[in-house]
C-alpha cells in the first residue's frame, strides 16, 4: 500500500502541495481528479522523489517503509513506476531500444519485451519506429510500456490520455484495465472525469493542493455531479 500522509511541497516559497493525505491499496486503481495548476504533477513528482518540489513535511510510505528523503532511482527500485506527462521519449530511439535499455537487472520474471509487446500489439508491429516516428497514442503506449519494464508493482501516471483522440483514450482505459488484473497498482492523474471514473475504484479531487473530496468511482459512475461541482466541468 502506498500512503501520502500530510504531504507539503513547495517550489521556493511557492506552497504548491498543502498537506495531502491519500492511499493506494494493493492491486487498485485511484484517479487523483483536478484542474490545471492544483498540484497533481507536484504531488507525484514529490512520491517520486524527483526534486523540484522539494518536500518539507509529511511522508510517504510504501509497504511501511518510508520513501520521503530518499533518491528517484532508490524509489523506482521499490517497483514504483512513473509515466512521465508529455510522455519523455528519446526521438532516435527505437521502440524495441526504449524496451530493451530500461529492463532492470533485478528483474527476473514479469514482465519481458515479448509480454509486453503482446499487450501493446501496435508497438510490436512498429518495434523498428523511432521515437519520432511514433503517433501520439503510440507514443503514450510506449511510456506506458517502458515503465513496466522495471517490473513495478505501482505505476504512477500522469495524464495518460493528455492530447489523445477519444478512440486512444478507450484503448488506454483497456490498457489500464489489464494492468489492474495483472495485479498492479496505479495512482492515475486525470484531468477527464470519464476517463477516470472507467478505470479508477477511488478517486480523490485535488484543489490548490489539498485533497477536497473523495469517492469510490463506482458511486460516482450513475452520478457525477459531485464531482463536477469540484472540477467545473460538464
Ligand atoms: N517548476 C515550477 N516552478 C514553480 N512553480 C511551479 C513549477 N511547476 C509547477 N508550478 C506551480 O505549482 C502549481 C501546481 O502545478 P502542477 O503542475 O503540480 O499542477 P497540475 O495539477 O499537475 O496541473 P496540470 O494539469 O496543468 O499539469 C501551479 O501553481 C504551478 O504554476
Not at 507536484?42 to 518540489?53: D, E, F, K, Q, Y
Not at 508497438?123 to 511514433?134: D, K, S, V, W
Not at 507514443?139 to 477519444?166: H, T
Amino acid at each position: 500500500m502506498l500512503e501520502i500522509r500530510d504531504l507539503h511541497s513547495f517550489y521556493g516559497e511557492a506552497h504548491v502541495v498543502q498537506g495531502a493525505s491519500l492511499t493506494v491499496r494493493d492491486g487498485e486503481v485511484v484517479a487523483l481528479l483536478g484542474r490545471n495548476g492544483m498540484g497533481k504533477t507536484s504531488l507525484i513528482r514529490s512520491v517520486m522523489g524527483l526534486s523540484a518540489p522539494q518536500v518539507r513535511q509529511g511522508s510517504v510510505a510504501w509497504k511501511g517503509e518510508v520513501l520521503t528523503g530518499m533518491k528517484s532511482h532508490e524509489i523506482a527500485g521499490r517497483k514504483i513506476a512513473l509515466v512521465p506527462q508529455g510522455r519523455r521519449l528519446f526521438p532516435s530511439l527505437t521502440v524495441t531500444e526504449h524496451l530493451t535499455m530500461i529492463k532492470s537487472a533485478r528483474a527476473r520474471n514479469g514482465w519481458t519485451v515479448d509480454r509486453v509487446m503482446e499487450l501493446f500489439p501496435r508497438l510490436a508491429e512498429r518495434r523498428q519506429h523511432r521515437g519520432n516516428q511514433l503517433s501520439g497514442g503510440e507514443r503514450q503506449m510506449l511510456a506506458v510500456a517502458r515503465a513496466l519494464m522495471i517490473d513495478p508493482e505501482l505505476i504512477l501516471m500522469d495524464e495518460p490520455s493528455e492530447g489523445l483522440a477519444p478512440v486512444m483514450v478507450q484503448h488506454l482505459e483497456g490498457i489500464i484495465a489489464r494492468l489492474k488484473e495483472a495485479g498492479l497498482a496505479i495512482l492515475l492523474v486525470e484531468q477527464n472525469l470519464y476517463s477516470a471514473l472507467a478505470v479508477a475504484d477511488r478517486v480523490y479531487v485535488i484543489e490548490t493542493g489539498k485533497i477536497v473530496h473523495e469517492a469510490d468511482a463506482s458511486a460516482l459512475v450513475d452520478n457525477p455531479q459531485s464531482l463536477i461541482r469540484f472540477l467545473g466541468v460538464h
